[in-house]
């Protein structure tokens, strides 16, 4: 099993920036892929950003050139530097964790952050 906890949400003004944090305890060994999801009221939850195991990365349009996925693996942790927020950035944080030998294709998920950018 893998446990997921984020941190470093807030309120930030528009064009400001924020650190996200997710420390992953458990079998952190068998993680394949980490990432950040974000979900508003009412919306499916949609991707911001994931890290393979080879480092390799993947930003959904919207956040490419202001969002940075980075990993830690001695620290068993993932970060999502944000960068020239936007209003419609404002959403719960997730971090996820994909470990096809214990899971598949299924991810574990956090708590979520929440993460407020006012115009």
């Known amino acids: 099993q893998v446990q997921l906890v984020e941190s470093g949400g807030g309120l930030v003004q528009a064009g400001g920036s924020l650190r996200l944090s997710c420390a992953a305890s458990g079998s952190t060994f068998s993680i394949d892929v980490m990432g950040w999801y974000r979900q508003t009221p009412g919306k499916q939850r949609e991707l911001v950003a994931t890290?393979?195991?080879?480092?390799?990365?993947n930003y959904a349009d919207s956040v490419k050139g202001r969002f940075t996925i980075s990993r830690d693996y001695a620290k068993s942790a993932v970060y999502l530097q944000m960068n020239s927020l936007k209003p419609e950035d404002t959403a719960v944080y997730y971090c996820?964790?994909?470990?096809?030998?214990?899971?598949?294709?299924?991810?574990?998920w956090g708590q979520g952050t929440q993460v407020t950018v006012s115009s």
């Open positions: 890290i393979a195991r080879g480092r390799s990365t």
């Open positions: 996820s964790a994909v470990s096809t030998v214990l899971t598949g294709l299924r991810p574990y």
